[in-house]
């Protein structure tokens, strides 16, 4: 493939993306939404993935959520919207950034950007056991997300889709900003487990977002209260022992890291709080 | 790279970077300055347009993406003999202030007025996440719109959370 001397190349297939990226190297960015490739990217020749065909489809049934790369959070949200195991995704999708920012972001470009922090679909999607499938020139590649979050994959690769199971259990996403609406959120916590009649949590998923450079699972406080009863008190106790050895809290212009850490606790107990309600139905 | 904008009904030929964001192409070249140049981070909504009816930040749009869309500016939502119902309800309500906000209030409540023609007032304050009044007008920006009313027939009935 001949290379366009031009800034912004819109390619119509995976496979053109990554020989582009392949051959320009660091001096090209993947544009999904372009929210955050206008702000910090301007240098680079842009790689658009708009006009690919596939990209923003999104699939739901009983046993799968399959979501495209360039699904918007907007898309997301309209899709998973009233479904109680995706609850978490639909809050992170429906309340992030602002209504204009929700129809241009994507879920590629939040997963994708490194330097973004406060990304809300990726802990969401960590705490639904999310999978991420990458195109790469060796092929699909499937993994974790929360493998993929950890390690970055430094070859040239396009992210495809990601897949959450459906299961029956309940969701919940909460983020503290410092004005009610519009701001990155200082912290993030994502929670769905299964709840059993007596108040047990099975399956206990929590995860952290904003509160370091990437969100990440809390397998420490999952391990301390899966299978247990547990209400918002009780957890919260657990979360506050813990928060300080799990976390390096980051600091940045919005909010210090010790802050963060100090807020963990009671966004775990509202986490717990949600699911519990939904789960009596109110 | 060359490519043909389609701005407030007419075609408009754009010859350069096609990473240049639609709202400096709109204000420096072509003097639309309507779109405020505020955040230049897609916070503030100063700068909204409506991309094929569709509310977006015009700082995070680069022009390149953008041939075959209608584009709509605050210059081209109404005619200097009329104006739409929400212009005539702000003028109605004096909601405008210093007027930095006001072109973004007006495209994004237009689009969200016309698929939630009863809002209540907390949905309008959650619809206007995104577009920043410094003036802290607010209140009477959501006054003006809850007197819309239903398909424009009277007022609604104010639900306060």
């Given at each position: 493939m ?12 995976v ?28 240098e680079?020749t ?12 999104i ?7 399959v ?29 992030s ?10 879920l ?40 993929y ?8 690769h ?5 897949t ?14 410092q ?12 929670l ?8 047990t949590?099975h ?26 009863k ?15 050895q ?16 100090r ?17 009596q139905?109110? | 790279?060359?490519?043909?904008l ?5 075609p ?43 509310p977006?930040?015009?700082c ?9 869309a209608?584009?709509?500016t ?11 119902a929400?212009?005539?309800a ?11 906000c ?26 206007m996440t ?28 104010e639900?306060?959370?």
């Open positions: 001949e290379i366009p001397q031009q800034s912004l190349i819109s390619v119509t297939r496979s053109q993306a990554l020989d582009l990226l392949t051959r320009l190297g660091e001096t090209a960015t993947v544009m999904a939404g372009g929210t955050w490739v206008m702000r910090e990217a301007r680079r842009f790689i658009s993935l708009a006009e690919i065909p596939d990209l923003t489809d699939t739901l049934d009983d046993q799968v959520l979501v495209g790369a360039m699904a918007t959070h907007q898309d997301i949200c309209n899709a998973v919207i009233g479904a109680p195991d995706l609850a978490a995704l639909a809050t992170a999708a429906g309340k950034a602002t209504p204009a920012i929700r129809r241009m972001a994507t590629g470009g939040n997963l994708c950007t490194r330097d973004f922090h406060s990304a809300d679909l990726a802990p969401a999607l960590l705490a639904l056991n999310a999978k991420v499938t990458l195109e790469t020139s060796s092929g699909r590649e499937t993994l974790s997300l929360e493998d979050l950890n390690t970055p994959v430094d070859r040239p396009i992210l495809h889709h990601v959450v199971p459906r299961t029956s259990r309940r969701s919940a996403h909460v983020r503290l900003m004005r009610q609406a519009g701001d990155y959120p200082l912290a993030v916590v994502s769905s487990a299964a709840i059993h009649p007596d108040g949590l399956d206990l998923r929590i995860a952290v977002g904003s509160v370091e450079e990437r969100a990440r699972r809390w397998h420490a406080l999952e391990a301390l209260c899966d299978d247990q547990m209400t918002s008190d009780s957890i919260r106790a657990h979360a506050a022992a813990r928060a300080s799990d976390f390096v809290g980051r600091d940045a212009v919005d909010g210090q890291g010790w802050y963060r850490l807020v963990l606790p009671a966004l775990v107990a509202q986490a717990v709080s949600d699911i519990s309600l939904t789960a139905g109110a | 790279m060359v490519l043909t389609m701005i407030n009904g007419d408009v030929p754009y010859h350069g970077d096609p990473r240049r964001s639609l709202l400096e192409v709109l204000r420096d070249d072509l003097h639309l300055t309507g779109a405020k140049d505020v955040c230049g981070e897609g916070f503030c909504g100063a700068c909204i347009v409506q991309i094929d009816g569709v977006k930040v015009s995070l749009l680069p022009v390149g993406r953008l041939a075959g209608e584009i709509t605050i210059e081209g939502v109404s005619n200097s003999e009329t104006l739409t929400v212009q005539k702000f003028l109605e309500y004096d909601v405008v202030q210093c007027g930095m006001f072109p973004g209030m007006v495209l994004s409540m237009t689009h969200f007025m016309a698929e939630n023609p009863s809002p209540t007032r907390a949905e309008l304050k959650s619809a995104g577009n920043i009044c410094r003036c802290t007008g607010y209140e009477r920006i959501i006054d003006a719109l809850l007197s819309l009313g239903s398909n424009g027939l009277g007022p609604v009935e639900v306060r959370p």
